[in-house]
């Protein structure tokens, strides 16, 4: 039972900012969205994660809707190096050690 | 660099072997994590070890085992192995539990 929705692809020209969705439509309270990526057969890396207020730290910002039903990774300036697959997952606080990947959106930045 | 360390990057053995992943955490991280990532079932958690102790277990098979060391390393043995385990295994580790987890390289295994 997927718990996350996400584009299988989109592409992004280099400098521009990336905007990656994701439908988690089926949310609870207490659970919240974290983002990975993984760039090409490398360890996932973590970005963001969030409750329910918008989140910003040096790589990304992470935008959740009011009703939590969706939320938008958005990275400011892509580079070359941000093509990666791109991971969106809920689950309750500390479940980040637990977890489930779903297929990811592969995000490809064009020079 | 995230700072956990698997060994060997890459390892090639045949069906039916027994083989040994070793991962060392991030200083200071109590929890260890493995995860399998085959190219058909995409990253799937398999077990979860806190400061020496099993703490969740995942889809993990029973001819796999691990073990976390009183020095927080971990080991992920697997054994009797099949075309099938190959695949791409992480270890990652959290300092706490509502932390993030920080992956390390992976170990490639190839049953041939």
């Known amino acids: 039972d997927a718990k996350t929705t996400q584009p299988t692809s989109m592409d992004c020209a280099e400098g521009r900012a990336a905007n990656l969705p994701c439908n988690h439509s089926t949310i609870s309270g207490n659970e919240y969205v974290y983002w990975y990526r993984q760039i090409h057969s490398q360890g996932p890396q973590y970005i963001i994660h969030g409750l329910k207020n918008n989140e910003t730290n040096e790589m990304a910002s992470l935008i959740i809707t009011e009703d939590r039903k969706s939320s938008t990774l958005i990275l400011p300036h892509a580079t070359l190096r941000d093509t990666a697959v791109y991971y969106c997952?809920?689950?309750?606080?500390?479940?980040?050690?637990?977890?489930?990947f779903g297929s990811g959106t592969q995000l490809t930045v064009l020079p | 660099d995230s700072g956990v360390t698997q060994t060997p990057k890459h390892l090639i053995t045949a069906t039916g072997q027994r083989v040994t992943l070793r991962c060392s955490p991030r200083s200071g991280d109590l929890s260890v994590y493995w995860y399998q990532q085959s190219l058909d079932q995409g990253l799937q958690f398999l077990i979860q070890y806190y400061n020496g102790e099993e703490r969740a277990k995942g889809n993990i098979l029973e001819r796999f085992s691990a073990q976390q060391f009183p020095d927080l390393h971990s080991e992920l043995n697997l054994s009797s192995l099949e075309l099938g385990d190959s695949a791409l295994y992480f270890c990652a580790s959290s300092v706490a539990r509502n932390t993030e987890a920080f992956f390390g390289q992976g170990t490639r295994l190839t049953v041939v």
């Open positions: 997952i809920v689950g309750p606080s500390g479940s980040a050690r637990q977890l489930t």
